[in-house]
């Protein structure tokens, strides 16, 4: 970006790679940041059976290559660094990289997505990477036919589970209520396969080992009752906060602490957009993600029309 970009779209999940092809065809000059790291929450997601249009299973590494493809051939920048700062409280709007570079913008658009929630335990930091992992599709090929655990009970972990059975001789599932959130289309997977036990109404409260996870200390929430099983692996499936490291102070967010937006996608600052997981309350899917990708394209276009 060698000028003032009209369109900084930082984040390259499906909110930011669908804003950018919606900004391009609205004649907008277009750069999307997307980290270098697996940030979206699609490429840790071996299977997609819901993005419409795609009737049998897409891998979301394949569904976010073909989403870049589109942004890229629609015009956009796809820039691979990491926006570290966003000056948002003046105009133009300026972006730092992890490079140390600077970029201007006309119009910002936030899709950061929501990165991976802990636990809280102390045990949890002393073995990331050594056991424990936020992304079996990534870190699951270390653990075939060894033991491991998944941690939640929402779509994520059921689908970490699912995946993970494939790979590894047995898993736990560990979550802290009575019923999962995911959807009944998993749990009825779930319940079919033979290597997966369900273990309900508790949670970890340790996490032990050597150089790396050896085993786990599980409480049953009911009973008060807390017992060790043996695991070589841990994967945290927990949820996700929204990722507003970078806009904080600047934007106001909801008490939820995503981004407050109005139906547009439009933030307390105008000119500055927000879109996906960052600032879903509720439904965050890819196509919702997709959907007010879009959205925040055509109000940023609108936007700028004003200036
Ligand atoms: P989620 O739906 O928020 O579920 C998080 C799970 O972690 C819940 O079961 C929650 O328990 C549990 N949890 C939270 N904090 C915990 C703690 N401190 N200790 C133990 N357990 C804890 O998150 P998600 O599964 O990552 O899904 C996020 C969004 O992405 C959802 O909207 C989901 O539908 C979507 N998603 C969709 C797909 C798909 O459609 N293919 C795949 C993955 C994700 P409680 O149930 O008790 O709250």
């Known amino acids: 970006m060698n000028e003032i970009t009209d369109a900084a779209i930082i984040g390259g999940g ?30 840790k997601t071996e299977s997609i059976e819901n993005y419409p249009g795609f009737p049998e299973p897409v891998s979301g590494y394949d569904l976010l290559d073909n989403m870049q493809k589109q942004a890229s051939g629609a015009g956009a920048e796809i820039i691979e660094e990491t926006v570290i700062e966003a000056e948002l409280k003046k105009t133009p709007f300026s972006l730092k990289t992890d490079s140390g570079k600077n970029f201007m913008a006309r119009t910002v658009i936030i ?30 090929f270390f653990f075939r036919g060894k033991t491991v655990t998944v941690a939640g009970g929402g779509d994520t972990a059921l689908g970490e589970a699912l995946y ?30 033979a290597n997966i036990e369900t273990i309900m109404n508790s949670v970890i409260t340790e996490i032990d080992g050597g150089k ?19 695991t070589d692996g841990v994967f945290i499936a927990a949820g996700q906060r929204p990722a507003t490291g970078i806009v904080a102070g600047q934007l106001q967010l909801d008490s939820t602490g995503i981004i407050s937006v109005d139906a547009q996608g439009r933030t307390s600052v105008p000119g500055v957009f927000a879109a996906g997981d960052v600032a879903e309350p509720v439904c965050r899917q890819a196509v919702t993600a997709a959907a007010s990708g879009a959205r925040a394209a055509l109000a940023a276009a609108d936007y700028l029309k004003t200036l």
């Open 14 to 43: 499906p909110a930011g790679l669908t804003a950018a092809v919606y900004a391009r065809r609205a004649g907008l000059s277009t750069t999307v940041f997307s980290s270098p790291e697996p940030g979206s929450q699609l490429l």
């Open 111 to 140: 899709a950061t997505g929501a990165v991976p929630r802990s636990l809280g335990l102390d045990s949890e930091k002393k073995f990331a990477g050594k056991g424990v992992s936020s992304c079996a599709v990534c870190d699951g």
């Open 164 to 193: 993970l059975a494939k790979i590894a001789a047995k898993v736990y599932l560990v979550h802290r209520r009575n019923e999962f959130r995911g959807t009944e289309s998993l749990q009825k997977r779930i319940h079919a396969v």
């Open 212 to 230: 790396k996870v050896e085993s786990i200390a599980i409480k049953n929430n009911v009973t008060g009752e807390t017992r060790m099983i043996k």
